[in-house]
């Protein structure tokens, strides 16, 4: 499967505190994306990050991409409660029409 | 911003009975539409990829004959769960890529599938 892997599978940190996820896949990419979810709802597109590029921001995310690796980052700084849900990363191949999700992590942002 | 609407975004079925799910670019136009399957607490696996005019191409393991998928025009594609069992019951979500070939694909918010 290509399904990318993430960790951690749930992180619990408190109000203010920053959150970091990790993503890593198996084949090379065209770009990988990050999506938010809350429970029971549809996805929200974060961030996407080419293959050339290693470092792209937006408000309170960070992400970071390492193709030598193969995986990425997403750093939330100054988490808020509102930031609770679930996240995936996303990976579109060379040649595949198609998006690999990763399984996820839950964060939970205590107040 | 791209939209992507799906409806009903709930429905409950009886088993044994079919079920249909719309999935429609309001504001542009999908050349390729993506039909995925989420189980509670899990990641979205991709059921099929649908091209307008043409047949969806099935993921491993995804029966086309149980999932029947139809992408008649740009704007709308359409899941029916045929013949429906208790374990069919999931969260299907679409998302569509727009007409320019652009890499972004817009989600839409999901249809819950409980079949009773």
């Known amino acids: 499967s290509q399904q990318g892997e993430e960790d951690p599978q749930a992180l619990s940190i408190q109000e203010g505190e920053n959150a970091t996820m990790n993503c890593s896949y198996k084949?090379?990419?065209?770009?990988l994306q990050w999506y938010r979810q809350n429970s029971g709802r549809g996805l929200v597109h974060l961030i996407l990050?080419?293959?050339?590029?290693r470092e792209k921001h937006s408000g309170r995310l960070r992400v970071t991409l390492d193709t030598s690796k193969k995986s990425s980052s997403l750093l939330i700084t100054a988490s808020r409660a509102a930031d609770t849900a679930s996240y995936f990363c996303?990976?579109?191949?060379?040649?595949?029409?198609?998006?690999?999700f990763g399984q996820g992590t839950r964060l939970t942002i205590n107040p | 911003g791209a939209v992507v609407s799906q409806h009903p975004s709930w429905v409950i079925c009886k088993s044994g009975t079919s079920v249909k799910i719309e999935c429609r670019s309001l504001?542009?136009?999908?050349?390729?539409m993506f039909w995925y399957r989420q189980f509670p607490k899990q990641s979205l696996m991709l059921m099929a990829t649908?091209?307008?005019?043409?047949?969806?191409?099935?993921e491993q393991g995804v029966e086309k004959d149980k999932f029947l998928i139809n992408h008649a025009s740009l704007t709308l594609s359409t899941l029916t769960v045929t013949s429906a069992h208790p374990e069919d019951s999931s969260f299907y979500i679409c998302?569509?890529?727009?007409?320019?070939?652009?890499?972004?694909?817009?989600f839409g918010p999901g249809t819950r599938l409980t079949v009773t």
């Open positions: 649908s091209n307008e005019g043409s047949k969806a191409t099935y």
């Open positions: 084949t090379s990419i065209n770009n």
């Open positions: 996303a990976t579109d191949h060379w040649g595949a029409q198609k998006l690999v």
């Open positions: 998302s569509a890529r727009g007409l320019a070939g652009g890499i972004e694909q817009y």
């Open positions: 504001d542009f136009q999908a050349t390729t």
């Open positions: 990050i080419r293959s050339n590029e």
